[in-house]
Each structure stands twice: as C-alpha cells, then as structure tokens.
C-alpha cells in the first residue's frame, strides 16, 4: 500500500467509526427510519452527481440490471440500515457497533449452510468469540436500567441482513457498475423507508439544532458520499483482504468515539470489542487460502 491508500483506509475506517456516535445524536432528534430515509436519500444525490461527472453510466438497462438492484438492495441497504438505525436507537451507539460488525462472522457460517464452504477450527473459533461477545453484551444491558436488549436482536437481525447481502453480492453475475448498483440500492431503499417511516412514525421537526443539521450534512456528505467513493477506489486497487481488515478497527473507533457524547465503554463493551476483533481476525486471515470478501457500506 502507498501512502495514499493508507490514507484512503485511515479515513475510511475514521468515517464509518465515527458514524456511530454521529448517528445516535441525530436520533436524539429525529425517529430513526426518517433519520435514515432522508440521509440515505441525500447520499444517493451526492453519489449520483459525483459519479455522473466522473462518466459512469447513471441508469440501469434492461430487467435483469432493475432485478439486481431491487434483490442485492433488500439485504444490502435495508435490510442493514434500516435494522441498524433502529437498534442503534436503542443501543449506546458503541455497543451497536461492535454487534454490527460480527457481519464476517455470519457471512462465512451462511457459506458453510448453503455454499458447501468446509467448517473449520478457525470458524469454530469465530463462532464462539461471536456468542461471549453477545453474551457480554446481553448481560450489560440486562444489569443497567437504561438498558434495551431488544435493540441487540435488531442489531444482530441487521449483521445477519448484511451477511446475508455480501453472499449473494458474491455469487451475482453483474452486468452493471458496482457504482451504479449502489445508488440505485440507495436511492430506491430511502423511497421504502420514507414510506415506512410516513406510516409509523411522526413527521421530522425541520426547525431543529445546528447539531441535528451537522449530523444531517456528515452523513449525506461523508457516510454515504466519500467514504463510498474511497471504498471503491480502494477496492479497485487493492486485494480484498487487505480492505476487508480494515473492519476490525471500526468497531474500536465506534466505541471509543462514542465518549464523546457521553457514553463511557464497560469492562464487558471492552471484551466484547477483544471478542469481534478475535472472530472477525479468524475468518478473514487465511494463510493457506484465498481471503474472504465483503463490502462494508
């Protein structure tokens, strides 16, 4: 890697690190899927003029291209970040993250059921990291009083959603650019959960704090709008073990981050963190064999 792609991997796991935190004070504000629906929206806009200018082809051709969107964004994007707001909503926004991030973990065993990929000591291992972490965590929000176990399941649910995604991301035969999918994934996921979010929940307060318009902006901006771009510049160029690694410190950044809005980490968050860490080093670092691959978004 040369300097500038170590910058591109430094920023990127900055950016999605950070977003946990961003978020939590956007729901301070706002209910969770009109959170998401209208940042997701505006970061399809930002992808849409930015990748049009850079000459990629804008819309898909044909039903099969249309079928791709519609089937790869149902897992991809709403299934993980609608899931995801809502557990983030009831989680401190570290906690979440590192639930988040058990997604390696889900996308190798749905490989071993479906996929016929041989289980090995190496997943066992994974595996049982995962559950101490959930355990850990289980337990830290039964013992407190603010605590939402609920929110863990929608977590999980979200990480199964996106595990889930990433498999038949692998296995789909693309004929479209991987730009264009996402912003279609985006744009048409933020019309469903605008639509969801009409019908559940009450409509956002637009006279709000200069914070809620901030966090607006970063995730539009730099959620959804730069750190795609790096992640497909980096993808382009590097193999995919090396970006994939870079997952394992996002939930570290998550959880330390999130002192900044007040959420101090227990001794269980810590271990939980050592736990993913653990499972997702054991999955992804294969020194005999071909690295897996996933698109963290």
């Not at 300097?3 to 950016?15: H, I």
């Not at 003029?49 to 990629?56: A, H, L, S, T």
């Not at 291209?65 to 983030?88: A, D």
Request: glycine content about 8%; charged content about 10%; overall charge positive.
């Amino acid at each position: 890697m040369n300097t500038r792609q170590l910058l591109g991997l430094a920023l990127l796991t900055l950016m999605w690190g950070l977003n946990w935190p961003v978020m939590k004070l956007g729901l301070r504000e706002w209910s969770p899927l009109w959170f998401r629906a209208i940042t997701m929206a505006g970061g399809a806009l930002v992808l849409l003029i930015y990748y049009g200018r850079q000459g990629v082809p804008l819309l898909p051709r044909g039903a099969s291209q249309w079928r791709s969107v519609v089937v790869l964004g149902l897992p991809n994007v709403m299934g993980w970040h609608g899931l995801s707001i809502i557990g983030v909503d009831h989680l401190p926004a570290g906690r979440a993250a590192i639930l988040g991030f058990t997604m390696p973990v889900f996308t190798v065993l749905l490989s071993v059921l479906f996929y016929g990929e041989r289980f090995t000591s190496r997943l066992a291992l994974a595996v049982t990291a995962v559950l101490i972490a959930i355990a850990l965590l289980l337990w830290k929000e039964l013992s407190a009083l603010a605590g939402s176990p609920v929110g863990i399941v929608w977590m999980q649910a979200a990480a199964f959603c996106w595990a889930l995604g990433t498999v038949w991301m692998r296995r789909a035969n693309l004929t479209l650019a991987p730009e264009t999918l996402v912003i279609w994934m985006l744009g048409l996921s933020s019309l469903a959960l605008g639509l969801m979010a009409a019908a559940l929940e009450p409509a956002p307060q637009w006279h709000s704090s200069a914070t809620l318009w901030g966090v607006l902006l970063w995730s539009m901006l730099l959620n959804y709008g730069a750190a795609q771009v790096i992640w497909f510049a980096m993808a382009r160029a590097l193999p995919a073990s090396t970006s994939a690694m870079s997952v394992t410190a996002i939930p570290i950044v998550g959880i330390l981050s999130s002192m900044l809005i007040g959420e101090l980490p227990s001794w269980q968050d810590g271990l939980a963190v050592v736990c993913v860490v653990v499972a997702i080093g054991a999955v992804l670092l294969k020194p005999t064999t071909s690295p897996s691959r996933h698109d963290p978004a």
